[in-house]
């Protein structure tokens, strides 16, 4: 059963690149069909999804945040990471990652982002 791990600053000032690394445990990000997905939700709003890599490394961005987005992953370290440039206060919320399949499951915890100065 796949476990995974958010990991990141907290806190995140204005116009710098918000960074978050994603630590696959129990499971391989390699594995045939699957897709290692970005999804963050700002306070008080709904859920967001940011892009996803998929088993073979193809990557696919939110349209909203493709000019700022960046997704990559380290198979030897069975992690992937997200980058977010330029951010804002806007960019402020709890950033998931999460394995899909014909649908989302298998989230880890995520981690609360601040963007403030």
């Known amino acids: 059963q796949v476990q995974l791990q958010e990991s990141g600053p907290g806190l995140v000032k204005p116009s710098q690149t918000l960074s978050l690394t994603c630590t696959a445990s129990?499971?391989?990000?390699?594995?045939?069909?699957?897709?290692w997905n970005w999804i963050r939700q700002p306070p008080g709003k709904g859920l967001e999804w940011i892009g996803k890599?998929?088993?073979?490394?193809?990557?696919y961005y939110s349209p909203s945040l493709k000019s700022r987005t960046s997704i990559s992953r380290d198979t030897s370290k069975n992690q992937f990471t997200l980058q977010l440039d330029s951010v804002t206060p806007e960019d402020t919320a709890v950033y998931y990652c999460?394995?899909?399949?014909?649908?989302?499951?298998?989230w880890g915890q995520g981690t609360l982002v601040t963007v403030s100065s």
């Open positions: 999460a394995r899909s399949y014909n649908g989302l499951h298998a």
């Open positions: 129990g499971g391989s990000i390699t594995t045939n069909n699957y897709s």
């Open positions: 890599i998929t088993y073979s490394g193809i990557t």
